[in-house]
């Protein structure tokens, strides 16, 4: 019968401790807590009894003031669309520039070599002069046809030092490009880079831009 008084006064004092966690509230613990959600339609907005007297409208926000004339929206028309005027923007852009850059489409033309048998092609030795520095003579490696980006490749040797430089057809710097001689016969490729071996690479071309400038400036004494 002793030993069996301290094992109820522990389940009491058990008990005890229980009911006391239950009234401080719900457990904490995560596997107890439950989440629940319900949709709540959004309450309509309360009508104002009719027949109001004016001496209320005061209180009342100005927007919800029955004597409030609304003002009507001026709703203006869209734009005119310029697809039909303008159906390829970027090819009415590049004609526009290209006035500007080369009024008489004299570049253009010699660096056309679908419309013109004439134009400049690789293989040939050009040179520009520039409107700021000394002219430049090579043969043409490479001929980057890109609308107003149109560019081509010179190749030349100074002072024994191979040199190439690219040039922008319609850059504002440019002021002329002359063709100093003609390849012997048409190239089989589109970019000579081979000719930048020693087997293929000419060299220097001075003497044959000097003969050029030389005859040129005889032709011109004559006339």
């Known amino acids: 019968m002793a030993s069996s008084l301290p094992m ?4 009491c004092l058990r008990s005890a401790v229980r009911g006391i966690y239950q009234l401080q509230g719900p457990s904490r613990s995560l596997s107890s807590i439950s989440l629940t959600t319900k949709y709540t339609p959004k309450p309509e907005p309360k009508e104002l009894p009719k027949n109001l ?3 209320f409208y005061s209180q009342l926000p100005h927007r919800m003031r029955p004597d409030m004339v609304k003002p009507k929206m001026k ?19 590049t004609e526009k520039q290209l006035a500007v850059l080369d009024p008489t489409g004299e570049r253009r033309q010699l660096f056309d ?7 400049a092609k690789v293989g040939d030795i050009l040179r520009v002069t520039f409107k700021s520095g000394d002219p430049f003579s ?14 081509f490749l010179l ?16 850059s504002p710097n ?18 000579i880079y081979y ?21 040129k400036s005889a032709v011109s004494g004559q006339s």
Request: hydrophobic share 30%; net charge positive; charged share 25%.
């Open 138 to 151: 090579g043969v043409c490696l490479n001929i980057r046809q890109r609308g107003i980006d149109t560019a």
């Open 174 to 191: 440019v002021q002329s490009v002359e063709i100093v001689q003609r390849t012997e016969k048409r190239k089989r490729r589109a970019r």
């Open 75 to 93: 709703i203006k028309p869209a734009p005119p669309s310029t697809l039909n005027a303008c159906p390829d923007p970027v090819a009415a852009v």
């Open 155 to 170: 190749r030349n040797e100074l002072t024994r030092v191979p040199v190439e430089m690219w040039i922008k057809v319609f």
């Open 53 to 55: 007297p004016p001496h």
């Open 8 to 11: 109820r006064s522990w389940s």
């Open 113 to 119: 070599y679908r419309r013109n048998p004439r134009s």
């Open 195 to 215: 000719m930048r071996q020693p087997k293929h690479d000419i060299g220097s071309v001075e003497n044959i831009v000097q003969n050029y400038l030389k005859q």
